[in-house]
């Protein structure tokens, strides 16, 4: 007798293993991703409130084209995931580098994983994040995963941006300088091919970069070409952040805002970045659909 109850005491407690073990949170993760498909979308990323809501905003256009699946998030900024983490609030308190967001949807059990860059040029950003990509393809053979294009990768694309703002910001008595980020990348070429998209389109809207080729100097010159003497500025980057808000719209006197008042101009800032217009949006979605159909 006394035996049959410790070998009942011995059941129970096993019965009791086996019932945490179920509850152990790899074993909820691993069917969390079992059959499905990962959607991760990486950006630089910010820490500003606006580009949240902008971030939001793709992830519910993502959502909408690819209802099914599950949507994750990775910033490259090394610098701005530590800002988020250790402010501990928010959608993105504990957001993953990309090489982390990877492990963890391995983890969790995902076997079909789309990538989507929402960088606006395929520059530095978007090739180390092609790397990492195909570094973690090259370690998990049976994981399927693809890369979906940053927004300016070909002239099809950057003419259906075009389209899309001429439509959207064309006004009467009014000139339109965006801001684009720019690069030592080869790639900082699409700024000028955009701007001479933008120009074949409609002369009153000018690129120029913050930190590369056209700069504010080309931007100025153009703008004293045109015939009205205000200016909509606006960001040519995925959200209106660090940049937007001190370079382009800032009141220190080497500001774009500043710099084309004193040039004479009227300056109206608009402070949203591209992934705040769907259309915009659209595009991105459009690489992503390309990089969800190779998955089959
Ligand atoms: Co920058």
Known sequence: MKAFFRNL???SLLLGMFASCSKD???VAEKKGAG??????????????????TFQNMEDNVKKAYPEADITWAF?????????????????KDIDSPEEAMKKLKEQGYEKIAVQSLHVIPGSEFNDLKGKVDAFKAANPNIKMTLGNPLMNTDEDMKSLVDVMVKKFQADDQTVVMMGHGTEHAANDRYTRVNNFFKAANEDFIVGTVEATPGIKEVKEAAALRP???ILLMPLMSVAGDHANNDMAGEDADSWKSQLEAAGFTVTPRLKGLGDY?????????HLKVAVDALK
Do not use: C, M, Q
């Not at 499905?36 to 809501?53: C, D, N, R």
């Not at 490259?76 to 993105?92: D, M, Q, V």
């Not at 769907?278 to 459009?286: F, L, P, Q, S, Y």
């Open 76 to 92: 490259t900024s090394h610098i701005i995931r530590n800002i988020l983490i250790k402010r501990g609030e928010g959608k993105f």
């Open 228 to 230: 009205s003497k205000n």
């Open 36 to 53: 499905k498909t990962a959607i991760l979308l990486v950006t630089f990323g910010s820490s500003y409130p606006e580009p949240a809501k």
């Open 9 to 11: 005491t011995i059941l």
């Open 25 to 27: 949170d790899d074993h």
């Open 278 to 286: 769907n259309e915009v949006v659209a595009i991105w979605v459009k």
